[in-house]
């Protein structure tokens, strides 16, 4: 059901008919495909119920991420998969008293990596050679998952029948709840340039289709390697795979403690509300949207909203004391500064991009040098290295001397 007014269901049906949204939605149900507007009684019965919004509430945290509301199996994102992946027949039906069990152990590991517009050219070379050695390097046979050369059915089969799910920040990590119970997210992150004055500083932007799915859990590449050295590094890529592969294979209860797939932003997030005397519900409230009756939006706090990633507290105007300008207006998001920062570790930090810029030659050179060093320690060619033994080495490099400076008067509002 596809709940649209009159104009939307004019351009539902001229739109959504031409195009896979329509497939989806029957391949979904698994029956006639119909607009609210269509119903011809007050009252409709449901035999379940899933629930989405059309507001991106994915950025915007809840003391249990998953969509919407509590952390459990009934509040969609396991049941969505399977229906998706039902509907076009590549798993069973699922029934309500659906057994959620972990894969056969014995069964050969998958996994994929899906491409992600925050990877340049370089970035995806190196992971698609990583994907193509993956059998020596993992044990487990890993793909890198190209969407347009794929149909939606095929991406379906790929990430359906894998164990891990790889890719960065955003968009990309948006179908791995798909992944089989008891499969593992390697998030890989980002370092982002954002605001007004720019800066530098990493994100992972949990999204409740990870965070929020019992069935699976998370590994995460190292922050203070993104911090050190502002790209991707192979070594920490392998390393992180390695450690999702070793705790897929290890196994984990199902329904995953809620706290142990949290990225290093959202730890922070959790140990902060967990100090607070409300449980954090008052700025949760203000991250999503104020709502009041027939106001959509609550104006003063509209950037709060819209700058609402964790990743950013303490380090985007609006969520620093300094605050920023909305037309007008000045913007302060109600964060308790002093208790956050006792929350905070030495990583959650943010850099000046132009002397930040200036030292990625010399943080390289002094990669090489530990690494050289860490080889003559353990009597091994630096090659020998494993990729844990590299990344110990690598994370002794000290963070590059360029913090980011607040302005001193409130900039215009920008995430």
């Not at 491409?115 to 059998?135: G, P, Q, W, Y």
Request: proline letters at 7%; glycine letters at 8%; charged letters at 25%.
């Amino acid at each position: 059901m596809v709940p649209l007014g009159d104009d939307g269901s004019k351009r539902a049906r001229g739109i959504f008919w031409s195009v896979p949204y329509w497939t989806v939605l029957e391949s979904f149900g698994r029956g006639a495909v119909f607009l609210t507007t269509d119903l011809k009684s007050p009252l409709t019965v449901f035999s379940r119920l899933l629930v989405g919004s059309r507001f991106m509430g994915h950025r915007n945290p809840q003391r249990s991420m998953a969509m919407p509301g509590s952390y459990s199996y009934e509040n969609a994102l396991f049941w969505f998969g399977q229906r998706i992946l039902a509907g076009f027949d590549l798993a069973p039906w699922p029934k309500p008293d659906l057994h959620v069990a972990h894969a056969d152990p014995d069964e050969k590991c998958r996994g994929v990596i899906t491409d992600n517009k925050r990877f340049d050219e370089e970035t995806k070379s190196m992971l698609k050679d990583i994907a193509a050695n993956s059998a020596a390097l993992f044990d487990c046979d890993i793909t890198f998952l190209k969407w347009e050369d794929h149909s939606f059915a095929e991406q379906l089969d790929i990430i359906g029948r894998s164990h891990l799910y790889i890719s960065s920040t955003g968009t990309g990590l948006t179908r791995c709840h798909l992944t089989k119970p008891g499969g593992v997210v390697v998030h890989l992150g980002s370092m982002e340039l954002l605001g007004d004055p720019q800066r530098y500083q990493v994100s992972y932007r949990d999204v409740h289709f990870a965070t929020g799915s019992p069935h699976l859990t998370s590994v995460y590449y190292p922050r203070r390697l993104w911090n050190v050295y502002g790209r991707l590094q192979r070594e920490g890529i392998i390393d992180t795979i390695q450690r999702g592969v070793k705790l897929m294979r290890s196994g984990f209860s199902i329904p995953r403690p809620y706290a142990d797939g949290l990225s290093p932003t959202s730890d922070i997030w959790e140990r902060y509300c967990e100090s607070t005397d409300d449980n954090c519900k008052a700025m949760v409230d203000v991250q999503n949207g104020n709502f009041e009756p027939g106001q959509p939006h609550s104006k003063d706090t509209y950037m709060c909203e819209y700058c609402s990633w964790v990743d950013y507290f303490e380090l985007a105007p609006m969520w620093s004391p300094i605050g920023c300008r909305d037309g007008d207006s000045t913007v302060h998001c109600p964060l308790d500064h002093y208790l956050y920062r006792s929350a905070m570790d030495a990583d959650h930090a943010a850099f000046d991009p132009d002397c930040y810029n200036s030292k990625v030659g010399e943080l390289q050179v002094a990669k090489h040098e530990v690494l050289k060093s860490a080889a003559a320690k353990l009597k091994k060619n630096v090659e020998d290295l494993s990729a844990s033994e590299a990344v110990a080495a690598m994370l002794e490099v000290e963070l590059p001397g360029c913090p980011f400076k607040q302005p001193s008067q409130p900039p215009p509002c920008a995430c």
